[in-house]
């Protein structure tokens, strides 16, 4: 049995239900949770950090809050104990039409957060949602439901964005995503928060400080909990989940600087000859997954166990997309030859070269194979097109440097005529839209995928609309169609037809109210995988 299906199993027999029976439970601890747990007096509004919704299905998704009225005390100024929360689903903005309702606990050991798995809702439309506790209700979010199984949309639209690193800038990106029209969901590929230590003005390091973070480098739950209030007390980014779901997902910075599956940035290679243990980093890991889970709208599924998390998963949209979910980081192996950029060393080229893990891998191909779906999307973190850079080097951290595992992810794909793979990635803080070859490195080999790679929110700051190194990644990699390294997002949107996708770009972060431009436009026409300026 696959790993996804045995957690799923286990967590049902550990009476955490998931989808219809979801509801059901809730509605039978209703009305327990009304009697049995005091109603709580808050110091301050509780809803401090917004409502989010994510993981559209055709019939609901999820909602969430976490109760903080003080969000960057110890505990989010909350006591220690489990607080009752109600919420509701509304067809219209005046909540007049009710579509569904009920009530959840917050519980001290998951940071007070609430996620509530509705279900039994009308396909393909929006709703809206709110939450009460005590005598607070909070601001109201909006979701929407994907289309129903089978059903053929006119078209799905979505936004994808990521490295937000709270001291390189203002989150002008995320009031922008907020203001986009008719979204179906947003995917984070992740960098959603950096652990990195505090900076004060003036003082050294990477990118500038707009900003300072609180505390130390993020190593304890409380530190990881304490990161992700602050990053969410931002009204940009609130605004952006109360006006989207999200599919999150994360890459390294959730947890470490370039970690690979067992093993912390500090694995005793490289720059880092002394290495953090992969048992002690273990605790690390459970800890950052924990505080992920607490502060993302993710479904039960996606709770941890200990440093062991389930965030790959599948989404349908109709028959017009499907959206596999990639984890790149937690089943790969170490980066080869010591990390960093240089040029391939022997251990590259390693036959069994892992990113995705082969049970990922495998869950992957069998639901390419199987797919009912015009664009088949990977929704995944760092990029998979062949990126030669300066002297010839390639990225150790990406899949440049795992290419046995990115050829027979290619085969595979191929080999199960999967109709339009699109690959969707971010983590390098520039904007790029690249044509994948069967084989990568073969410019004669004929195109089999398209890739998006979303820049930076804010990381590295303002960013130029071309660099040195941009132009030479153009001259050396000519599948690569668009280079930007502006701050910014995308915004694709898919009919039968064609997939286009919008660059927005940011002419500056480290001031508020930036206007939204548009970068380029890149287009790939179904049945086809080379991309083009539209
Ligand atoms: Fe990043």
Redesign the pocket.
């Given at each position: 049995m696959d790993t996804i299906r045995r957690h799923i199993l286990d967590l049902s027999r550990r009476g955490l239900l998931r989808g219809s029976t979801g509801l059901a439970a809730l509605a039978a601890i209703g009305a327990p949770v009304r009697e049995g747990l005091a109603q709580p007096a808050f110091r301050a509004f509780p809803f401090a950090l917004g409502v989010a919704s994510g993981e559209p299905a055709p019939d609901g998704f999820v909602i969430w809050t976490r109760l903080a009225p003080e969000p960057l005390a110890p505990d989010g100024g909350m006591p220690r104990r489990a607080v009752p929360v109600s919420w509701e689903i509304a067809e219209d903005e005046a909540f007049a039409r009710i579509a569904a309702s009920g009530s959840a606990i917050a519980r001290p050991e998951l940071a007070h957060a609430v996620h509530v798995e509705v279900s039994g809702l009308a396909p393909g439309r929006p709703y809206v949602y709110r939450f009460q506790a005590g005598d607070a209700a909070s601001p109201t979010g909006r979701a929407r439901t994907a289309p129903a199984p089978g059903a053929a949309p006119p078209r799905i639209r979505f936004a994808f964005a990521?490295?937000q690193?709270y001291e390189h800038g203002h989150f002008t990106a995320w009031r922008k995503i907020a203001e986009e029209a008719d979204l179906d969901f947003v995917f984070h590929y992740g960098?959603y928060i950096y652990e990195y230590a505090g900076r004060q003005p003036g003082q050294r390091g990477w990118g500038p400080i707009v900003r300072s973070h609180l505390g130390e480098e993020t190593v304890s739950l409380a530190d990881y909990r304490l990161r992700y209030a602050q990053y969410r007390t931002d009204p940009d980014l609130q605004a952006a989940h109360a006006a989207h779901p999200f599919l999150p997902s994360y890459?390294d910075?959730e947890v470490d600087n370039n970690w690979a599956g067992p093993f912390s940035e500090e694995d005793g290679r490289g720059r880092f000859p002394v290495a953090v243990p992969p048992e002690v980093f273990a605790l690390r890991k459970a800890a950052a997954f924990q505080a992920w889970y607490e502060n993302m709208p993710v479904r039960r599924t996606a709770l941890p166990r200990g440093p062991d998390i389930t965030a790959y998963r599948r989404l349908d949209f109709g028959t017009l997309m499907r959206v596999n979910v990639l984890d790149t980081r937690q089943f790969r192996d170490d980066q080869p030859c010591g990390d960093g950029a240089k040029p391939a060393c022997p251990e590259v080229f390693r036959a069994e070269a892992q990113m995705l893990g082969a049970a990922q891998e495998r869950w992957l191909l069998d639901g390419m194979a199987r797919s009912p779906a015009r664009w088949n999307i990977l929704a995944q973190q760092v990029p998979l097109m062949r990126r030669e850079l300066r002297d010839g080097a390639i990225s150790m951290d990406k899949w440049d440097a795992y290419p046995a595992a990115r050829q027979r992810l290619l085969d595979g794909i191929a080999e199960r005529r999967t109709p339009n793979p699109v690959v969707l990635s971010?983590?390098v803080?520039v904007a790029l839209a690249a044509t994948v070859r069967r084989r990568p490195e073969d410019a004669s080999s004929a195109p089999v995928a398209t890739e998006f790679t979303a820049t930076?929110v804010t990381?590295e700051g303002d960013g130029a609309e071309m660099t040195r190194g941009g132009e030479e990644v153009l001259r050396r990699n000519p599948d690569i169609a668009l280079f930007h390294a502006r701050r910014g997002y995308c915004v694709a949107e898919a009919t039968t037809q064609r997939l286009t996708t919008e660059f927005v770009a940011l002419p500056f972060v480290t001031r508020e109210g930036a206007p939204r431009e548009t970068a380029a436009r890149m287009v790939v026409e179904a049945g086809r995988a080379e991309v083009v300026r539209s």
């Open positions: 990521g490295c690193h960098d890459d910075h971010g983590d803080h930076s990381s």
